[in-house]
């Protein structure tokens, strides 16, 4: 199955809807950093996620999510677009992280006690960010006590993953419901509770059940419209001018320290691990450029 996400409206009950797959980006991200399974699993609900976050967004806005705590995972993050392209990381999995806690408790994988941090690009002169204490065992938990209790949106998310027995990602996906004004949030809850009774969402994917049938399971008796279908795929923002920039912005003292120690510079891009290399000859060329704008 593509990986896509289709976004819906039940417009007479104030509900907006969400669902997604994204299983080929998910082993994709994966794949660039070697992940493990356990890593790979907790990556797969985070990337889940900020897709559906990102697909909450207005043209050319921007969404970054971010989870960290003290577990033997300690960190994921993820960026999304409201174009559905997405990209992210999770710090080093241990070897002693357990693959059934990283596919069904994932909060836990990456620590009881911490913190998730949202911060949008909503094209303002400031960037927007929300944060609460990591809460639940899922992704999905955790997301939506943020969502409820920062920008206190009644919603309610699930994100489902499915590893096989190679370890690679066999399903990955999640959905979003949430309430529209005015509605104070009472039928959201009634559509929460029902959904308690249905599969979780890797096991309807892994029945083969598509985005549009996981919202027609979720939706219930409620009326609703699908309004849009867009694709989901990795993309990767980091550019060697992008990198160059950020080097240049080191400042005079640093590129000298580079030069006197290293003779290069070697950046590795976190989200993709696309390697730069900056040769000799290029860091002076940017100690150049340094030095023009000092004058």
Same mark, same amino acid.
């Given at each position: 199955?593509?990986?896509?996400?289709? @976004?819906?409206? &039940?417009?007479? /009950?104030?509900?907006?809807? $969400? =669902?997604? %797959?994204? !299983?080929?980006? #998910?082993?994709?991200? *994966?794949? @660039?950093?070697? &992940?493990?399974? /356990?890593?790979?699993?907790? $990556? =797969?609900? %985070?990337? !889940?996620?900020? #897709?559906?976050?990102? *697909?909450?967004?207005?043209?050319?806005?921007?969404?970054?999510?971010?989870?960290?705590?003290?577990?033997?995972?300690?960190? #994921?993050?993820?960026? *999304?677009?409201?174009?559905?392209?997405?990209?992210?990381?999770?710090?080093?999995?241990?070897?002693?992280?357990?693959?059934?806690?990283?596919?069904?408790?994932?909060?836990?994988?990456?620590?009881?006690?911490?913190?998730?941090?949202?911060?949008?690009?909503?094209?303002?002169?400031?960037?927007?960010?929300?944060?609460?204490?990591?809460?639940?065992?899922?992704?999905?938990?955790?997301?939506?006590?943020?969502?409820?209790?920062?920008?206190?949106?009644?919603?309610?998310?699930?994100?489902?993953?499915?590893?096989?027995?190679?370890?690679?990602?066999?399903?990955?996906?999640?959905?979003?419901?949430?309430?529209?004004?005015?509605?104070?949030?009472?039928?959201?809850?009634?559509?929460?509770?029902?959904?308690?009774?249905?599969?979780?969402?890797?096991?309807?994917?892994?029945?083969?059940?598509?985005?549009?049938?996981?919202?027609?399971?979720?939706?219930?008796?409620?009326?609703?419209?699908?309004?849009?279908?867009?694709?989901?795929?990795?993309?990767?923002?980091?550019?060697?001018?992008?990198?160059?920039?950020?080097?240049?912005?080191?400042?005079?003292?640093?590129?000298?320290?580079?030069?006197?120690?290293?003779?290069?510079?070697?950046?590795?891009?976190?989200?993709?691990?696309?390697?730069?290399?900056?040769?000799?000859?290029?860091?002076?060329?940017?100690?150049?450029?340094?030095?023009?704008?000092?004058?």
């Amino acid at each position: 199955m593509k990986d896509y996400l289709v @976004r819906a409206i &039940a417009k007479e /009950a104030g509900i907006r809807g $969400l =669902a997604c %797959v994204t !299983t080929g980006l #998910a082993n994709e991200i *994966a794949d @660039r950093h070697d &992940a493990n399974p /356990a890593a790979r699993a907790v $990556l =797969a609900h %985070v990337l !889940t996620a900020g #897709a559906l976050m990102g *697909a909450l967004l207005k043209v050319q806005q921007r969404v970054a999510v971010k989870l960290e705590g003290n577990g033997p995972l300690g960190r #994921a993050i993820v960026e *999304a677009d409201s174009y559905g392209r997405v990209r992210g990381y999770t710090a080093v999995s241990q070897p002693q992280l357990d693959v059934t806690i990283a596919t069904q408790k994932p909060v836990q994988a990456i620590g009881n006690e911490g913190v998730l941090t949202v911060v949008k690009d909503l094209r303002l002169k400031e960037l927007y960010e929300g944060y609460v204490p990591l809460h639940g065992e899922t992704v999905g938990e955790a997301l939506t006590y943020y969502l409820n209790q920062s920008e206190q949106i009644p919603s309610v998310v699930a994100t489902g993953v499915r590893l096989d027995e190679n370890g690679r990602i066999l399903v990955a996906g999640g959905l979003l419901l949430q309430s529209m004004p005015p509605d104070d949030g009472r039928l959201l809850h009634q559509l929460a509770d029902q959904l308690q009774e249905l599969p979780p969402v890797d096991a309807l994917l892994a029945e083969g059940k598509t985005p549009e049938n996981i919202l027609k399971l979720a939706f219930g008796e409620v009326d609703y419209k699908v309004l849009e279908e867009r694709p989901l795929e990795f993309h990767c923002t980091c550019s060697r001018e992008r990198t160059e920039q950020a080097l240049i912005s080191l400042g005079r003292t640093e590129i000298e320290a580079l030069l006197a120690n290293e003779g290069q510079a070697v950046v590795n891009c976190h989200f993709c691990h696309e390697e730069y290399t900056f040769s000799r000859e290029d860091l002076e060329v940017i100690l150049a450029l340094i030095e023009a704008n000092e004058e």
